[in-house]
């Protein structure tokens, strides 16, 4: 006589691993009953769907911004799947929140994935997942940052997210930190400030630059000249204190934070956004 399992124990095994209910059925029928003998079942059909997928494209998903309970330490991550229906699944963006508040410890996404998610590894849990839904599933992104204090923001729809980093945790801090990231999120800043601009961008910014006004006719005595206005408004546009505040445009990003306490500052940012 076959083994039929119990409602009981498909409920489990669908807790556990998060795998439907007539696939948990299924499992338990194979495995006779053994409990983890039907965990192993899963993940091998998600190995098994894992490589017969492992060149799609998974460019939807969600990205969620966390940051641990003092505000010092912060992670933004996406995870990565193929169609946006996934993607706005209940089950799935509620997996991403939890991967992303267990990544918030972790220096690298290295170690992320090897870490233990629920009595088997990140790494695993995406492949058993990837089994369950039919679709790749995998840690796209992964940012972290550190600060005195940090904010973040998810945009809805969870396509974009930013955390930022302010100089002390001050009084407002939490609004001001929240606010800017709001920014970096929606005007996706190169760089914090015209320092933290690679040579290389700048070599191609004034490249481009000197070869419209050459196109121009400008005199050769005064392009270097002009260069320079023009470099200080690609660092206003393009560097997240300089840029207008997007909540009041008649100040820059660090006057705001100036207008909360005289000595903050912000500190760093980290986004990411899906295509």
């Not at 969620?64 to 912060?74: F, K, P, S, W, Y």
């Not at 990544?103 to 590894?121: P, Q, V, W």
């Not at 970096?184 to 690679?198: G, H, R, T, W, Y």
């Not at 004034?206 to 070869?211: D, F, K, N, P, Y």
């Amino acid at each position: 006589m076959s083994y039929t399992p119990v409602a009981a124990d498909v409920a489990k095994l669908r807790n556990t691993t998060g795998a439907g209910m007539m696939d948990c059925k299924k499992a338990l029928v194979e495995a006779e009953g053994d409990f983890e003998k039907a965990i192993d079942i899963l993940r091998k059909k998600g190995q098994k769907v894992a490589a017969n997928r492992a060149d799609r494209d998974s460019s939807e998903g969600a990205v969620i911004a966390r940051v641990n309970e003092d505000n010092t330490l912060g992670v933004v991550i996406s995870l990565n799947c193929e169609t946006d229906f996934v993607a706005k699944n209940e089950a799935f963006i509620e997996l991403a929140y939890e991967l992303a508040e267990q990544a918030i410890t972790y220096a690298n996404k290295e170690e992320f994935l090897a870490s233990d998610f629920h009595g088997m590894t990140v790494a695993d849990k995406l492949i058993e997942q990837t089994g369950v839904i039919g679709e790749k599933i995998e840690i796209g992104s992964f940012e972290t940052i550190q600060g005195a204090f940090l904010g973040a923001y998810i945009h809805a729809g969870n396509k974009i997210a930013a955390i930022t980093s302010l100089s002390a945790k001050v009084d407002g801090a939490d609004e001001a930190a929240k606010s800017v990231s709001m920014q970096v999120a929606a005007m996706n800043p190169i760089a914090l400030d015209e320092n933290a601009v690679s040579q290389e961008t700048i070599d191609k910014e004034l490249e481009i630059e000197r070869h419209k006004l050459i196109e121009e006719g400008k005199p050769a005595n005064i392009i270097d000249n002009i260069l320079k206005g023009k470099m200080q408004r690609f660092y206003k546009d393009n560097t997240l204190v300089h840029q207008d505040f997007i909540k009041d445009s008649s100040v820059s990003v660090a006057d705001y934070v100036k207008s909360i306490n005289a000595d903050l500052k912000v500190t760093g940012f980290v986004r990411v956004a899906l295509a």
